[in-house]
């Protein structure tokens, strides 16, 4: 590949990062830094502080169900919201809530409380997960529906592709970075960094500038029959309805590894400290931004077979990494499992931006962001399901069922595996 011209180097870079040219989205951008940052570090932060405050992974499967259940509630409201009102007005308003339940947590964890000699603290940061997850059930539809208003069509996969790139990165630094301050200063660093993080978050989105019209309705009962309009579109869009239900199977299935990641740091198992649980986040975020960077690179075509590859190689390297117990074997599967992941997840997400009615926008991406929620609620029955028969086999066969129901979309549903 030579270094000018359409075919190389430079060519593939101004195709790749061609979105940044944009004065508006790269504010957009710097303001997920803030948003990216914070959230990697916290789901490496909260729970290995649980697991080492409790020992439990029914207790961590609990903490992803105080998560899961107000962001299975407030994600449909949330993107009737992003039809109705200004998409960067509702980020705004849920960013200071954030702020102020980080602020909470890091304080607790600063005065002691939140830590192994108080075993029934573990509360608190139940509590904050129910907060954070109905600000982030509230805000994602606009984060990820605002997109669309801020590029225009023919970059739309290249700037959500870049998008997810950033958010590994941050998969990248962010745990390792946690990993080495838990073990070197404590908890409370991580959790203060995470509370600035999310406040130059707010002060990027503010420069924003104003995007599309809302639409002028009101009242609760609109409102729901904006939820109902939006589900009735879905189920109309049987394109739209069948990579939405695909997705949402691949997350239950494939991503509640995350969660009970913890659990495999245990001497049985990995036998590594909270540095090396770091790495391992690290090494998944590496594979996610090759990822990302394919994906941004490659034209609308055959799209839908990428996607089932995707879901089909994370499912593979999911259920090889369920069963080692050697960290350089984990960590060549964790690559591969962030990289199918994150091609899964921006492949969804654009191919939904891509073939949705602008009208109906934010409620299609309520019902895509719903599919997180439900993620952590499949790992709040791992989370059980680890505590009898081992996270090995509890993350290994939830794997295994995602392999069979890949091959079979594959078989069966042509309408995905033609998708251009």
Same mark, same amino acid.
């Given at each position: 590949?030579?270094?000018?011209?359409? &075919?190389?180097?430079? &060519?593939?870079?101004?195709?790749?990062? $061609?979105?940044?040219?944009? !004065?508006?989205?790269?504010?957009?951008?710097?303001? @997920? /830094?803030?948003?990216?940052?914070?959230?990697?570090?916290?789901?490496?932060?909260?729970? =290995?502080?649980?697991?080492?405050?409790? &020992?439990?992974?029914? $207790?961590?499967?609990?903490?992803?169900?105080?998560?899961?259940?107000?962001?299975?509630?407030? *994600?449909?409201?949330?993107?009737?919201?992003?039809?109705?009102?200004?998409?960067?007005?509702?980020?705004?308003?849920?960013?200071?809530?954030? $702020?102020?339940?980080?602020?909470?947590?890091?304080?607790?964890? /600063?005065?002691?409380?939140?830590?192994?000699?108080?075993?029934?603290? +573990? #509360?608190?940061?139940?509590?904050?997960?129910?907060?954070?997850?109905?600000?982030?059930?509230?805000? *994602?539809?606009?984060?990820?529906?605002?997109?669309?208003?801020?590029?225009?069509?023919?970059?739309?996969?290249?700037?959500?592709?870049?998008?997810?790139?950033?958010?590994?990165?941050?998969?990248?630094?962010?745990?390792?970075?946690?990993?080495?301050?838990?073990?070197?200063?404590?908890? +409370?660093?991580?959790?203060?960094?995470?509370?600035?993080?999310?406040?130059?978050?707010?002060?990027?989105?503010?420069?924003? !500038?104003?995007?599309?019209?809302?639409?002028? *309705?009101?009242?609760?009962?609109?409102?729901?029959?904006?939820?109902?309009?939006? #589900?009735?579109?879905?189920?109309?869009?049987?394109?739209?309805?069948?990579?939405?239900?695909?997705?949402?199977?691949?997350?239950?299935?494939?991503?509640?590894?995350?969660?009970? =990641?913890?659990?495999?740091?245990? !001497?049985?198992?990995?036998?590594?400290?909270?540095?090396?649980?770091?790495? =391992?986040? @690290?090494?998944?975020?590496?594979?996610?931004?090759?990822?990302?960077?394919?994906?941004?690179?490659?034209?609308?075509?055959?799209?839908?077979?990428?996607?089932?590859?995707? /879901?089909?190689? @994370?499912?593979?390297?999911?259920?090889?990494?369920?069963?080692?117990? #050697?960290? !350089?074997?984990?960590?060549?599967?964790?690559?591969?499992?962030?990289?199918?992941?994150?091609?899964?997840?921006?492949?969804?997400?654009?191919?939904?931006?891509?073939?949705?009615?602008?009208?109906?926008?934010?409620?299609?991406?309520?019902?895509?962001?719903?599919?997180?929620?439900?993620?952590?609620?499949?790992?709040?029955?791992?989370?059980?399901?680890?505590?009898?028969?081992?996270?090995? #086999?509890?993350?290994?066969?939830?794997?295994?069922?995602?392999?069979?129901?890949?091959?079979?979309?594959?078989?069966? $549903?042509?309408?995905?595996?033609?998708?251009?």
């Amino acid at each position: 590949m030579t270094e000018g011209g359409p &075919g190389g180097i430079a &060519g593939w870079s101004r195709k790749a990062f $061609v979105s940044f040219k944009n !004065p508006v989205y790269r504010l957009y951008y710097f303001s @997920m /830094v803030g948003h990216w940052s914070s959230m990697n570090m916290q789901m490496f932060a909260r729970n =290995l502080l649980v697991w080492y405050i409790t &020992g439990s992974g029914t $207790v961590l499967g609990v903490l992803s169900l105080s998560n899961a259940i107000p962001m299975i509630l407030f *994600t449909l409201p949330g993107g009737v919201l992003a039809d109705r009102l200004q998409k960067k007005s509702v980020i705004q308003v849920c960013q200071v809530f954030s $702020v102020l339940i980080s602020l909470g947590t890091t304080l607790a964890i /600063v005065f002691d409380y939140l830590s192994p000699a108080h075993p029934e603290s +573990w #509360w608190v940061l139940a509590l904050s997960g129910i907060l954070q997850g109905t600000v982030m059930g509230i805000m *994602t539809p606009s984060r990820a529906a605002i997109i669309s208003e801020i590029v225009p069509p023919a970059h739309l996969m290249n700037a959500i592709s870049l998008n997810n790139m950033g958010m590994n990165i941050f998969r990248i630094i962010s745990p390792a970075l946690a990993g080495v301050l838990v073990d070197v200063v404590g908890f +409370w660093v991580v959790y203060a960094i995470m509370t600035f993080m999310i406040i130059t978050s707010v002060v990027f989105i503010a420069m924003v !500038p104003a995007s599309s019209s809302p639409r002028k *309705t009101s009242g609760v009962g609109n409102s729901l029959q904006d939820v109902t309009e939006g #589900w009735k579109y879905i189920r109309g869009q049987k394109t739209i309805f069948a990579i939405l239900l695909f997705t949402a199977v691949g997350m239950i299935l494939g991503a509640p590894y995350s969660q009970l =990641l913890p659990m495999f740091a245990d !001497p049985s198992i990995l036998n590594i400290s909270a540095t090396s649980l770091g790495i =391992l986040m @690290m090494v998944s975020g590496i594979g996610a931004i090759i990822g990302s960077l394919i994906l941004a690179s490659l034209t609308d075509r055959r799209r839908g077979l990428i996607l089932i590859s995707a /879901v089909f190689m @994370m499912a593979l390297a999911l259920t090889g990494f369920s069963f080692s117990v #050697w960290l !350089p074997v984990s960590l060549t599967f964790i690559f591969f499992i962030g990289m199918g992941s994150t091609v899964q997840m921006a492949l969804g997400n654009s191919l939904i931006q891509y073939y949705v009615d602008a009208a109906y926008r934010g409620r299609v991406l309520s019902f895509f962001m719903l599919c997180f929620g439900l993620s952590s609620l499949g790992a709040f029955f791992a989370g059980i399901l680890a505590e009898g028969i081992g996270v090995q #086999w509890a993350v290994g066969s939830l794997a295994m069922l995602l392999i069979v129901g890949t091959l079979l979309v594959f078989a069966f $549903v042509p309408r995905i595996r033609k998708l251009d």
